[in-house]
């Protein structure tokens, strides 16, 4: 599937990251303590849809061209469903059902989706990849018709963290896991390009929003760092308190880097020369297990605290538009270009709209 490229623009290097004009920018001096239950208002979800067994873990595509599809990762197999809400319909009521599903060998732990992946244009094609329990990194491929494949592409010896594919080219898979590696992947050579040494179980791995050929790290000791997959080595580390739990990097303001831990949630910007962190305490000092920042709106982040508390919260602010106390917390993941967050609990997929930010 081949596709117009977006427009692209000025890469992200050393202590630099371009941000549009615009937007608002973050800042340091922008972030304020949350007290426990400050503004917090807990609402009931605007769409709930049954899965047939406990959601592990989910993920909505980052694609424009495939922003409405959303993965699912349960106990035997991972779900695919198609979803429209209101605002992309007729404005009263939401679509949402599932297009496809493959049977796995191995329980999944996380997902990324493909740019390959759209229902818009032909041929259709879903294409997720995901790390199971059996410490492989796997690739899931469909056109909803006769060919489905199935194919390894790469092992790591111990449990797998996270998986995450590159731009919007997607030739690069990147994942990380407990045997202190990080692994890339070429899919056109089907082959490993990359291997960095880590000093702690990593946590999170995410290709920069901007440039392709940046990589982030994230360990378990509180050290980030972002490599050049190309060069081959480290060009930006950052610490936080450990033990690190999440990170997520923001795709509308890719300055701002958010790491989630013991004591809540740490933040850089990483436009400035020397990036200092900043502390935001979440829920009175909850350990945050899980950070997903919006993809439609600045500053904007969603957290999973211990034990299954989902909060959104701005940064920009004081405000939490949105705290819910859940039976069971499986993955947490925004939209491509609306507030809508996506929650696995048990087994439902709950969806609420942040308003009012």
């Known amino acids: 599937m ?3 490229p977006r427009p692209r623009r000025s890469p992200w290097r050393y202590r630099r990251c371009c941000v549009a004009a615009s937007e608002r920018p973050w800042s340091p001096g922008l972030v304020s303590e949350i007290s426990p239950k400050a503004m917090e208002v807990n609402i009931a979800p605007a769409l709930s849809v049954n899965t047939r067994t406990q959601v592990l873990a989910l993920e909505f595509s980052p694609y424009e061209w495939s922003r409405g599809l959303l993965a699912v990762a349960l106990p035997t197999s991972v779900a695919v469903y198609s979803i ?3 605002e992309e319909g007729d ?4 679509e949402c059902g599932q297009v496809w599903e493959w049977h796995v060998s191995s329980q999944p732990v996380c997902l990324a989706w493909s740019p390959n992946a759209t229902l818009r244009a032909a041929p259709r094609c879903l294409q997720v990849t995901l790390g199971s329990t059996d410490h492989k990194v796997t690739q899931l491929t469909s056109d909803l018709g006769d060919s489905h494949t199935a194919q390894d592409i790469l092992s ?3 449990f797998v963290n996270s998986v995450t594919y590159n731009g919007d080219s997607g030739n690069f898979v990147a994942s990380v896991g407990d045997d202190l590696t990080a692994r890339v992947w070429d899919s056109s050579l089907q082959s490993q390009v990359a291997k960095f040494l880590l000093t702690s ?4 791995v995410r290709f920069h929003p901007e440039d392709p050929d940046l990589l982030l790290v994230a360990e378990k000791v509180g050290v980030l760092r972002v490599y050049s997959v190309a060069g081959g080595c480290s060009t930006l580390s950052v610490r936080c308190p450990g033990p690190l739990l999440s990170a997520d990097w923001s795709i509308p303001d890719p300055s701002l880097l958010v ?8 933040v850089w910007n990483l436009a400035s020369q020397q990036p200092r962190s900043e502390h935001v305490e979440v829920g009175g000092g909850e350990k945050v297990l899980n950070v997903a920042v919006c993809r439609s709106v600045t500053g904007l982040v969603a957290t ?3 034990p299954h508390t ?3 919260t701005h940064l920009h602010s004081n405000k939490v538009p949105i705290a819910a106390h859940l039976k069971v917390v499986g993955g947490i993941s925004w939209h491509q270009n609306l507030p809508y967050l996506a929650v696995g609990s048990d087994r439902r997929i709950l969806f609420w709209k942040i308003d009012n930010v």
């Open 156 to 158: 790591h010896t111990d």
């Open 201 to 204: 179980p990593g946590m999170v």
């Open 2 to 4: 081949t596709s117009a």
């Open 304 to 306: 999973h605290a211990a």
């Open 259 to 266: 790491a989630a831990g013991a004591k809540g949630l740490t």
């Open 91 to 94: 404005g009263t009521s939401e």
């Open 84 to 86: 429209k809400f209101k």
């Open 310 to 312: 989902v909060r959104v």
